[in-house]
C-alpha cells in the first residue's frame, strides 16, 4: 500500500520558519523524484520543489527560490521542506508528490498570520 504521510504544517509569524516532512513508503523511493506542491484557497495547485532520485539536483519556484529548501534521505525514505523567511502568500496546503507514479500525500496545512 502506497502512502505518502507529510508532517511539520502549521501555523508561523512572517519571517518565521518551518520544516515539512513527508516519509513515503509501499513503493522503491530512492527511484523517483520527488516534489512538494502548494494549494492555497481559490488557486490553482503549483509545483514549489523538486528533487530527483539520484544525483538529488533540485528546482525551485521562482517565489520560492532562496528560502526554501528541499532535501531527501533514501536510507529512511524522507523528503523535507525548510521553509524560511516565510511570508503570508505562502499560506497554503502543501503536498507530497511523487511525480513518476502520480502518488500524493493528505497535504499539511501551513499558515502564515501575525
Known amino acids: 500500500q502506497v502512502q505518502l504521510v507529510e508532517s511539520g504544517g502549521g501555523l508561523v509569524q512572517p519571517g518565521g520558519s518551518l520544516r515539512l516532512s513527508c516519509a513515503a513508503s509501499?513503493?522503491?523511493?530512492?527511484?523517483?523524484?520527488m516534489s512538494w506542491y502548494r494549494q492555497a484557497p481559490v488557486k490553482e495547485r503549483e509545483l514549489v520543489a523538486s528533487i530527483t532520485s539520484a544525483f538529488g539536483s533540485t528546482t525551485y519556484a521562482d517565489s520560492v527560490a532562496g528560502r526554501f529548501t528541499i532535501s531527501r534521505d533514501n536510507s529512511k525514505n524522507t523528503v523535507t521542506l525548510q521553509m524560511n523567511s516565510l511570508k503570508p502568500e505562502d499560506t497554503a496546503v502543501y503536498y507530497c508528490h511523487a511525480p513518476g507514479p502520480n502518488y500524493w500525500g493528505q497535504g499539511t496545512q501551513v499558515t502564515v498570520s501575525s
Open positions: 509501499g513503493f522503491t523511493f530512492r527511484r523517483y523524484t
